[in-house]
């Protein structure tokens, strides 16, 4: 692509309405901006980049073109492939789909938020990755089950997770936040890449079971270089199991750029397990929720396994205990924030003329009214008991335990006030 | 009750689970079509077809975390490790998915996925293949441990492994594969010796000797030798490792005051030092005596011509034996 015309682009971030980005006077390039350039060059969407390592040398890569509907512009772009997998997506479906986009982030801002004011102890931030999240998890069926990493808040939101749940484990409140039956999703996987395996191992259950559902399981550009998920492609491709695996690659696992991970397009390491894959614009609702589907037909028409790599971008600090000015360009963010997944959507619906002053006020008042919610479920969510520590970790009497249990319980009765002694161990 | 060796009474428990619960589903590495390594899976995908006896690509991460995603879709896996020394692959996968999910999730979704592990040394083995890594299983809480040591056991206890709603680790002590022993098949599980529960196997009134697996059959040799020299062992088969039934071992203890534990894992940090302590800490002043651990060495598991020095033979159980009684043995003279 050519540069310059690259350059005209972030100019014109699709945050300002559509048309703008003519009118807006760009001034000539100044230093930064040749800076600018460079990193546009080494981040661009082939999903290479990273300033953090130097270019390997003999780096590889097809440099397969990202399915994409909708440009950073704002612009539906037709894709006789992929056009048919989202017919059904028209005004109404568009605009829930930016309400969702908005709400998400939202979400994940005051989340970030609760963090910085002591109501959390920890955030993973999902900031930018909002189009992978919703575009994905709107594909799914309730019986399909998902199987995510921490960051897949959003998929969470979208499968039915009560806000106050998702909050749950990060303000150390429960061990999770959720029965994973209610809503056909696994509470949050914290070893990078381990949930690939369990949803492998769903998706031989629901062959066996002989069920059209199918497993789809997120994780990132650095769990690709775990053993867990290696395997989890060799016994997918081997069963042949209805399975999704999402790859979003958002191009940082914490300091560590993809170019550290691979040498090749993620998608491309499919191919090697006899995987078929797909390489969508992660910051593109729409691209990604068809390639979900064109993944999901497959796996429920027995067809097995399909590898996603949804190429977006980690906008925000790993958690919020990271800091990424430490390892990365402050150019980098930038020019991703030319290709923020929402703005785009907001462009095409000024477009499309629905961007009416009624929808944005009721878009506005969902993110407020989901903003208020989440503050109000997580500050007044119940303190566990001191006793809970016990709870759960077998399903049956357990004598090891059950006496450890009983000792502790006559520890604290010992103070007279088993609320004052629980208070008493805590300040220790 | 029907003549059987250990191998084919674990085969005929595996059979009767496959056959009682459409869910249970067998994993591992050359399971199906040749049965085993050991032969233990013998004819069964053959009876039971391959979606459920399952050859898996070799990957123990991938087998233990596949069954992890079975259960949660409700099925009861029963996954093979071939060797002991091949656990270590899958080490996170039981560490932190199977032992925590149960916790993890409050009770939300059940792990009961039985994992079997032929362990142990005295087959002549290369590197690898003799190992007894249980400690490391019965360090990590959510888990439940058990071994066996009988053929009667082994088919009672695959069993009832399979069908706790916990993920459980059945050690098959495999030098003990060939032998032979009485089974009935037709045991109820549910009068059947639950199983948590020690088993006193020779009763004593000197020492407590406290063994399980493969060293329960030499423990009881010993009980017999020192039988002859006027001592009275009492051999107590652990059965369960985590949680050990110590209300078996304590009562045993008040009565002899003396207590000797052997395994062929090494000694530090071991199932032994557990038991130790424990049992000095519940019944301290019914003890005449330290009490004692008979154990392999703290050594990679040693190269085949050196391994009977390394596992804990009669003699030297006995020696402990001694040493715990104040009879004269190898360590008389040293302090502590």
Redesign the interface.
Known sequence: MNIVSRVTNIRGNGARAAGSRRDHKSPTLRSHDVKRVRAIVSTDETGKGGSGAGAPAGSAGTGRNLIQLITPDGERVSHPEFDPWVKDIGDEQLCSLYEDLTAIRRIDVEATALQRQGELGLWPPLLGQEAAQVGSARALRHDD?V?SSYRENGVAYCRGVDLTDILKVWRGN???GW???TVNM??PQI?IG?Q???????????Q??GADSA?VTYFGDGATSE??VN??L??AA?FQVPLVFFCSNNHWAISEPVRLQSHVQIADRASGFGIPSLRVDGNDVLAVMAATRVALDRARRGGGPTFIEAVTYRMGPHTTADDPTRYRDANELEDWAAKDPIDRVKTLLDRKGLLTEQFRQHVRDRADAVARELRAGCIGMPEPEAMDVF??????P????DRQEDHYARYLASFGDPAGATSQEGAR | MTQMTFARAINSGLRKSLENDPKVILMGEDIGTLGGVFRVTAGLQKDFGKHRVVDTPLAESAIIGTAIGLAYRGYRPVVEIQFDGFIYPAFDQIVSQVAKLHYRTQGAVKMPITIRVPFGGGIGSPEHHSESPEAYFTHTSGLRVVTVSNPQDAYTVIQQAIQSDDPVLYFEPKRRYHDKGEVDEGIDLRTATPMGEARVLTEGTDVTLVAYGPLVKTARDAATAAADEGISIEVIDLRSLAPVDYATVEASVRKTGRLVVTHEAGQSGGLGAEVAASITERCFYHLEAAPVRVTGFDVPYPYSKVEMHHLPSMDRILDGVDRALGRPNSLSGLEG
Request: charged residues 10%; glycine residues 6%; aromatic residues 16%.
């Open positions: 089950f199987f429960a061990s999770s029965d994973p039956y696994a509470t070893i381990a690939t395996l369990h949803a492998t191992g769903y998706a031989m259950g629901i066996n079971d497993a053993g867990d395997e989890a060799v016994f081997s709870k759960h970790v077998y399903s049956a357990n004598s090891w335990l």
